[in-house]
C-alpha cells in the first residue's frame, strides 16, 4: 500500500467511525490530511461518511486549488484551510456534529471548565468560535482566533472541529470532546460540577511533558478575581480554564452554585440583620471574588 492508499483508507475508517458514532448525520462533516507539503486529500463535498470509499478523494494544493478527484472537495474547505496554514505542525483537520458537544455550542456554554484530568492534559480548554455562516470565508475567520493555541474547539450554533498529528490523533480529539461533553452534561443534570482547583490544574499540566503529550499552548495563568478579560488572557497564545484556588484542596465546589449559595448568604444576613446586627453583610474572600467574576461576566 502506497502511503497515499494508506491515507485514503484511513480516512474511510474515520468516517466510517464518526457516522457509527452518530458524530455525523446525513452528508455532515469533513476530513483531510496533508500529503506531503504542499497538497491535501479531502474529504468530497455531498457524500455520507459513513459509506465513503477511497477513490472518492480529492486532492487540492494548499490554496484548495482542486488537482485530482471525480467529485467537488468539501464544503468546508476554506475551514480547513485555514488550520494548515496556521498551524504548520497539523497533519489532519476533523469536523462533525457530535450532538452533545453541539448541544453545548448552541447553549453557548464552553467545554473549559477544569473537570477532567486526562481532557486538561490533552485538549486544555474547548472555547466556542463565534457563529460564522457555514461553508463562507466568516468560518475561518472564527476559527483563527483559537486554532494557535487549542487542538479543539466549538463551533457557535454548528459543530465541533479538532487536529491531530495525523486523522486518528485528530478523530480522537473529537471522541474525547464528545465523552467530555456527556460527562459534563451528566453532571450537571445531577446538579453538580466540582472543579478540579487551580493549583492541581498547573501539575496536571507539568504532566503533559512526561506523558509525551504536544499541547498548542499553556494554560493561561490564573486571573484571579479580576476575570480573564481584564487579566489580559488572550485564546490566541493561551488556554483559558475555570479552575479557582483549592486553598489546599484538590476539588472545589460547583461554581454554578456560588451565586445561588452567595445570595441565600446574602438573604440570610438580611434576614437576620432585622435581628439586630446592623444590617452588615459579610461575605468571605471566595464568595466576594465569586460575585465580581459572575459581574463580569454578565458584562461581556
Ligand atoms: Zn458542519
Not at 7 to 19: F, N, T, W
Not at 150 to 170: C, I, K, R, S
Not at 203 to 210: F, S
Not at 263 to 282: C, P, Q
Given at each position: 500500500?502506497?502511503?497515499?492508499?494508506?491515507?485514503?483508507?484511513?480516512?474511510?475508517?474515520?468516517?466510517?467511525?464518526?457516522?457509527?458514532?452518530?458524530?455525523?448525520?446525513?452528508?455532515?462533516?469533513?476530513?483531510?490530511?496533508?500529503?506531503?507539503?504542499?497538497?491535501?486529500?479531502?474529504?468530497?463535498?455531498?457524500?455520507?461518511?459513513?459509506?465513503?470509499?477511497?477513490?472518492?478523494?480529492?486532492?487540492?494544493?494548499?490554496?484548495?486549488?482542486?488537482?485530482?478527484?471525480?467529485?467537488?472537495?468539501?464544503?468546508?474547505?476554506?475551514?480547513?484551510?485555514?488550520?494548515?496554514?496556521?498551524?504548520?505542525?497539523?497533519?489532519?483537520?476533523?469536523?462533525?456534529?457530535?450532538?452533545?458537544?453541539?448541544?453545548?455550542?448552541?447553549?453557548g456554554i464552553p467545554?473549559n471548565r477544569?473537570?477532567?484530568?486526562?481532557?486538561?492534559?490533552?485538549?486544555?480548554s474547548?472555547p466556542?468560535?463565534?457563529?460564522?455562516?457555514?461553508?463562507?470565508?466568516?468560518?475561518?475567520?472564527?476559527?483563527?482566533?483559537?486554532?494557535?493555541?487549542?487542538?479543539?474547539?466549538?463551533?457557535?450554533?454548528?459543530?465541533?472541529?479538532?487536529?491531530?498529528?495525523?486523522?486518528?490523533?485528530?478523530?480522537?480529539?473529537?471522541?474525547?470532546?464528545?465523552?467530555?461533553?456527556?460527562?459534563?452534561?451528566?453532571?450537571?443534570?445531577?446538579?453538580?460540577?466540582?472543579l478540579?482547583?487551580r493549583?492541581?490544574?498547573?501539575?496536571?499540566?507539568?504532566?503533559?511533558?512526561?506523558?509525551?503529550?504536544?499541547?498548542?499552548?499553556?494554560?493561561c495563568p490564573d486571573p484571579g478575581a479580576l476575570g480573564d478579560l481584564i487579566a489580559g488572557n488572550d485564546p490566541?497564545?493561551?488556554?483559558i480554564v475555570e479552575a479557582p484556588a483549592?486553598?489546599?484542596?484538590?476539588?472545589?465546589?460547583?461554581s454554578a452554585?456560588r451565586p445561588?449559595?452567595i445570595l441565600?448568604?446574602?438573604?440570610?444576613?438580611?434576614?437576620?440583620?432585622?435581628?439586630?446586627?446592623?444590617?452588615?453583610?459579610?461575605l468571605?474572600y471566595r464568595e466576594l471574588t465569586a460575585l465580581i467574576e459572575d459581574a463580569i461576566r454578565s458584562l461581556r
Amino acid at each position: 500500500m502506497t502511503p497515499e492508499s494508506s491515507l485514503r483508507a484511513d480516512i474511510v475508517e474515520v468516517g466510517r467511525r464518526m457516522y457509527a458514532r452518530a458524530y455525523t448525520a446525513s452528508n455532515d462533516g469533513n476530513i483531510s490530511v496533508r500529503l506531503g507539503t504542499d497538497r491535501l486529500l479531502m474529504t468530497p463535498k455531498s457524500v455520507c461518511k459513513g459509506f465513503m470509499t477511497p477513490d472518492m478523494m480529492c486532492i487540492t494544493d494548499l490554496d484548495g486549488k482542486k488537482l485530482s478527484g471525480d467529485r467537488d472537495p468539501s464544503s468546508e474547505m476554506l475551514m480547513h484551510l485555514e488550520v494548515y496554514r496556521q498551524r504548520p505542525d497539523v497533519q489532519s483537520v476533523v469536523h462533525a456534529h457530535p450532538p452533545i458537544a453541539t448541544g453545548f455550542a448552541v447553549a453557548g456554554i464552553p467545554l473549559n471548565r477544569a473537570v477532567l484530568a486526562e481532557v486538561l492534559t490533552t485538549l486544555g480548554s474547548i472555547p466556542i468560535a463565534e457563529y460564522a455562516t457555514p461553508s463562507t470565508s466568516e468560518l475561518p475567520q472564527a476559527v483563527r482566533k483559537y486554532i494557535k493555541a487549542h487542538d479543539g474547539m466549538l463551533l457557535a450554533n454548528h459543530g465541533a472541529l479538532t487536529v491531530g498529528a495525523d486523522v486518528y490523533a485528530a478523530y480522537y480529539k473529537m471522541e474525547t470532546i464528545e465523552h467530555f461533553a456527556k460527562i459534563s452534561f451528566v453532571a450537571r443534570l445531577l446538579g453538580n460540577e466540582n472543579l478540579i482547583a487551580r493549583e492541581e490544574v498547573e501539575r496536571l499540566q507539568a504532566l503533559r511533558g512526561t506523558y509525551g503529550i504536544k499541547a498548542p499552548a499553556p494554560i493561561c495563568p490564573d486571573p484571579g478575581a479580576l476575570g480573564d478579560l481584564i487579566a489580559g488572557n488572550d485564546p490566541a497564545s493561551c488556554q483559558i480554564v475555570e479552575a479557582p484556588a483549592g486553598g489546599g484542596s484538590r476539588l472545589v465546589p460547583d461554581s454554578a452554585d456560588r451565586p445561588a449559595a452567595i445570595l441565600s448568604r446574602i438573604e440570610g444576613a438580611a434576614g437576620s440583620a432585622t435581628a439586630g446586627d446592623e444590617g452588615e453583610i459579610r461575605l468571605t474572600y471566595r464568595e466576594l471574588t465569586a460575585l465580581i467574576e459572575d459581574a463580569i461576566r454578565s458584562l461581556r
